[in-house]
């Protein structure tokens, strides 16, 4: 009965930036932990940025300093600005929240 849905991906170029949004629908508590997870073609989904009910946050080595995940609690929607991107965050990025994942949005870094 939750519905999340992604927004913001697409092409940049190395160095670029993005701002990735998902915003969330139906029976998803406004306090949810939340998270922001990747899938490069051939290989695992992997966990890239997350936020706690509380507001904690937490990021994979290889984008700490460059990703900030934040959240607007009264529109239930939270986001991932992506700054100095590499050609090695080229990935579908899901948003995840319990007991939902979004259906992804293409971030394609390239020249």
């Known amino acids: 009965q939750v519905q999340l849905v992604e927004s913001g991906g697409g092409l940049v170029q190395p160095g670029g930036s993005l701002r990735l949004s998902c915003a969330a629908s139906?029976?998803?508590?406004?306090?949810?932990?939340m998270a922001w997870y990747r899938q490069a073609p051939g290989k695992q989904r992997e966990s890239v940025a997350f936020i706690a009910s509380y507001g904690t946050t937490t990021y994979t080595d290889s984008v700490k300093g460059r990703f900030t995940i934040s959240r607007d609690n009264a529109k239930n929607t939270v986001f991932l600005q992506m700054n100095s991107l590499k050609p090695e965050d080229t990935a579908v990025y899901y948003c995840w929240a319990p007991g939902a994942w979004g259906r992804g949005t293409q971030v394609t870094v390239s020249s």
């Open positions: 139906g029976s998803l508590p406004s306090n949810s932990a």
